[in-house]
């Protein structure tokens, strides 16, 4: 297996949580990932760094570790080079690939309990786009990402060399707490401008027109549409891209079929 060459993804596990779990429709994925090679200087003593911290170091040794384990290994290298056969090829010399031989990175998605929350930044320090959860809650500590840990504790006790061996996620870590930035992290954001079939519940209907507020719970914009990820009302566990793709393309469809006159301009005047 090599991790930074070829298909991001070569296997697929499709997971179902069990009935007597809150919400049976909860479901997850996992696959595998690669890496790509503008990130492959991580695999050094970045994947060292990244595992420290996982188990526990503290910011305030972050930056002393980090010069202290780069002199260390520039100094044993050096020390070994005087005594090795010029013949025998060290470790600094090393492919990405080589260093990452025992290493597997697994992606999780799953459907979460779709309770997020956007607004606009307003204070100062604040990103200009937010998001929360109205529970209050935090994101990771939705009951699907124990779901999702306990598939990939079953999986690292089949493929470990150590039966008790996990898979480590260096963003929910003792060091990412300390500097308060716990986070998971999202490649398919969903959401924004729900779907739903009024105007109290979300933000456009099933074929992507936007409500008017102003003209009843049902009624639309003439020529207003959404037709991406955004309509998409809750996390779907999967990759979404066919999804929107096929969302995209029936709203489409239904604008052909329907609504074209709206957005041709008018014919001139005789």
């Known amino acids: 297996m090599r991790l930074t060459r070829g298909p991001v993804t070569t296997s697929f596990g499709h997971f179902n949580a069990s009935d007597d779990k809150p919400n049976n429709l909860k479901f997850h994925t996992l696959e595998d990932q690669g890496v790509p090679p503008a990130t492959a200087s991580l695999v050094g003593s970045g994947m060292t760094l990244l595992r420290s911290f996982a188990k526990g170091n ?48 697994i992606a999780g998605a799953g459907q979460e309990e779709a309770v997020g929350q956007f607004r606009l930044g307003e204070r100062r320090g604040e990103t200009p786009l937010r998001v929360k959860r109205t529970d209050n809650k935090m994101f990771h500590e939705d009951l699907i990402y124990d ?49 739903a079939e009024s105007v109290a519940d979300g933000v456009a209907d099933e074929f992507g027109r936007v409500f008017d507020k102003t003209k009843g719970t049902k009624r639309a914009y003439k020529g207003l549409y959404i037709a991406d990820a955004s309509i998409i009302p809750t996390a779907l566990g999967i990759n979404p891209s066919l999804t929107i793709s096929a969302l995209s393309l029936r709203i489409v469809d239904n604008l052909i079929d329907n609504d074209l006159a709206l957005l041709l301009p008018a014919p001139p005047h005789p």
């Open 58 to 105: 503290r910011p305030v040794i972050f930056l002393v570790y980090t010069i202290f384990r780069f002199l260390w290994k520039k100094t044993i290298h050096f020390v070994r080079a005087l005594f090795n056969n010029f013949s025998e090829r060290q470790d600094i010399f090393y492919s990405d690939d080589e260093m990452l031989a025992k290493t597997m990175c």
């Open 147 to 195: 779901e999702i840990r306990e598939s990939l504790n079953a999986l690292a006790s089949v493929i470990a060399e150590k039966p008790d061996a996990k898979f480590e996620n260096p963003f929910l870590s003792n060091l990412s707490g300390d500097l308060n930035a716990k986070s998971i992290v999202l490649s398919h954001p969903l959401g924004g401008c729900r779907m």
